[in-house]
């Protein structure tokens, strides 16, 4: 059940019922998104990471990088980072199915957005980490992965299985084993989330930091791709 009284879930549950409403399936990611998002701020409250505080603002601003590609995409679609351009296409695409949608989404704000959120906060004080600072950062990172984990089988339950029936008969099946490999594929780009932003925080030269980032949108925009490709027979969202 989706909490309230923060303005982050409060401005997710507004949009989320703005779209359900316009039948407007951009709905898909945010209410997997939502859910995630309620978990780490249930998370945070027990005092389950290292340092919570710091969590907490990688949430938020975590958010913030979404609501701000969001406003350039309704403004101007082409003024949005591609990756969402792709993302948000493809909610509109209706040859992309509800599992489709909702990774695109997962993959632009995971691959992407993260990226950049991790090195805005951690940029000013990376240079003064300790070794064993820095590990904690990434445990903190890594347990994010395990709360993940945690939501995938709700996700399912909630969001997909009622516009994916068949979801819910290869769940019985594989006894689970479909939630074990999507949080396995989230875990997986958490990691290379890592790699991407320590690559940049490594990086003393403008030039060769813009090199990356364009590198990471183009990865990320391929993977979107690519969980199209089923579909491949047909226009692409991005077109």
């Not at 997986?188 to 930091?209: F, G, K």
Request: proline content about 4%; aromatic content about 8%.
């Amino acid at each position: 059940m989706a909490q309230s009284g923060t303005p982050l879930v409060d401005q997710m549950q507004s949009l989320i019922q703005q779209w359900e409403d316009a039948a407007d399936d951009k709905a898909l990611f945010l209410r997997c998104y939502l859910m995630m998002t309620n978990n780490v701020i249930e998370a945070v409250q027990k005092q389950e990471f290292e340092d919570s505080a710091w969590v907490e603002r990688v949430m938020e601003n975590f958010a913030n990088y979404y609501f701000v590609a969001l406003q350039a995409y309704e403004r101007d679609p082409e003024s949005a980072p591609k990756v969402w351009q792709f993302a948000h296409n493809a909610a509109g695409d209706p040859k992309i199915t509800p599992l489709q949608k909702m990774l695109v989404g997962i993959n632009a704000h995971v691959n992407y957005d993260l990226v950049l959120n991790m090195v805005e906060l951690l940029r000013p004080e990376w240079n003064n980490y300790s070794e064993q600072q820095r590990l904690s950062r990434y445990a903190d990172h890594c347990r994010i992965n395990d709360v993940i984990g945690h939501t995938v089988d709700a996700v399912q339950d909630q969001i997909l299985d009622p516009v994916m029936p068949i979801i819910g008969v290869i769940d019985k099946l594989l006894g689970g084993v479909d939630e074990l490999l999507l949080s396995r594929l989230i875990a997986h780009w958490r990691d290379s989330v890592w790699h991407h932003a320590t690559r940049l925080l490594e990086s003393s030269e403008t030039q060769e930091q813009t090199q990356l980032i364009s590198q990471i949108e183009k990865s990320a925009l391929e993977t979107g791709e690519i969980i199209c490709l089923s579909n491949e027979d047909k226009s692409s969202p991005a077109q």
